[in-house]
């Protein structure tokens, strides 16, 4: 007598999430549309990481499947109009309130002060976010101030990309202010943000009670002797590993 074995749900959902693992974009979404099941199954995956643009997903799946983003990177191409940058902000703060995000690269979108303000008073609360990207977002002294004020309540953030900002040495002053105390942070990428002696003296001196960063890029900017001097003697000290 053949016997009838019966499948439990539970197995066909693992099966369809091991084979949604090896799936590119285009197979998981056509997956996605099959039936709730599949749904459930392959819409996971499709949204873990996120790539807004032109030819990405719209902003209402997005808004949608927020809880499901890990990792999300906004082109700027897809919002580079004044009349879509309130759009892009509405996603991006929508997604930050969430408790999956980890990654969020900005990366050369016109974010600028203001918009820099609302991403700090963002980070305050957020809980899971790790990496963030700001490189060539034309943010300046006052947006630096308010993301290194974030940096002093914020307890996961490890990694802050700030390269090609307008920051110079008052906010190279304040994001040392904010290294004091700050005990998550481990790479900081200032490249090309205009500091000179005084802003690399400033994060010398708070790099000798941080201890926790281990990588600080302050390539292309105009450090003098002096704040080479201040900056080779945490860096020979074996504190941190700095480029400049």
Same mark, same amino acid.
């Given at each position: 007598?053949? &016997?009838?074995?019966?499948?439990?749900?539970?197995?066909?959902?693992?099966?369809?999430?091991?084979?949604?693992?090896?799936?590119?974009?285009?197979?998981?979404? %056509?997956?996605?549309?099959?039936?709730?099941?599949?749904?459930?199954?392959? *819409?996971?995956?499709?949204?873990?990481?996120?790539?807004?643009? &032109?030819? =990405?997903?719209?902003?209402?799946?997005?808004?949608?499947?927020?809880?499901?983003?890990?990792?999300?990177?906004?082109?700027? %191409?897809?919002?580079?109009?004044?009349?879509?940058?309130?759009?892009?902000?509405?996603?991006?703060?929508?997604?930050?309130?969430?408790?999956?995000?980890?990654?969020?690269?900005?990366?050369?979108?016109?974010?600028?002060? %203001?918009?820099?303000?609302?991403?700090?008073?963002?980070?305050? /609360? +957020?809980?899971?976010?790790? %990496?963030?990207?700001?490189?060539?977002?034309?943010?300046?002294? +006052?947006?630096?101030?308010?993301?290194?004020?974030?940096?002093? /309540?914020?307890?996961?953030?490890?990694?802050?990309?700030?390269?090609?900002?307008?920051?110079?040495?008052?906010?190279?002053?304040?994001?040392?202010?904010?290294?004091?105390? +700050?005990?998550?942070?481990?790479?900081?990428?200032?490249? =090309?943000?205009?500091?000179?002696?005084?802003?690399?003296?400033?994060?010398?001196?708070?790099?000798? /009670?941080?201890? *926790?960063?281990?990588?600080?890029?302050?390539?292309? +900017?105009?450090? =003098?002797?002096?704040?080479?001097?201040?900056?080779? &003697?945490?860096?020979?000290?074996?504190?941190?590993?700095?480029?400049?």
């Amino acid at each position: 007598m053949t &016997k009838i074995f019966q499948t439990h749900p539970l197995d066909l959902h693992e099966i369809r999430s091991r084979i949604a693992s090896s799936l590119g974009l285009k197979d998981l979404a %056509s997956c996605a549309r099959v039936s709730q099941d599949w749904s459930d199954s392959f *819409t996971p995956p499709l949204y873990n990481s996120v790539v807004m643009s &032109k030819q =990405g997903p719209s902003m209402e799946s997005i808004e949608r499947n927020k809880h499901l983003i890990q990792r999300l990177k906004i082109q700027s %191409s897809a919002y580079a109009k004044i009349s879509s940058t309130s759009a892009r902000d509405k996603v991006v703060f929508s997604v930050m309130a969430n408790s999956t995000l980890t990654t969020l690269d900005l990366s050369y979108n016109s974010i600028g002060d %203001s918009r820099a303000q609302a991403l700090a008073d963002a980070l305050k /609360t +957020n809980s899971t976010l790790t %990496s963030l990207d700001l490189q060539g977002t034309l943010i300046e002294d +006052n947006g630096v101030q308010a993301l290194s004020e974030a940096l002093r /309540t914020n307890s996961t953030l490890t990694a802050l990309n700030l390269r090609d900002s307008s920051i110079g040495d008052s906010g190279a002053q304040a994001l040392a202010d904010a290294l004091k105390t +700050n005990s998550t942070l481990t790479s900081l990428d200032l490249q =090309g943000t205009l500091i000179e002696d005084n802003g690399a003296q400033a994060l010398s001196e708070a790099l000798r /009670t941080n201890s *926790t960063l281990t990588a600080l890029d302050l390539k292309y +900017n105009s450090i =003098g002797e002096n704040g080479a001097v201040a900056l080779s &003697k945490v860096s020979k000290a074996g504190i941190i590993n700095i480029e400049y």
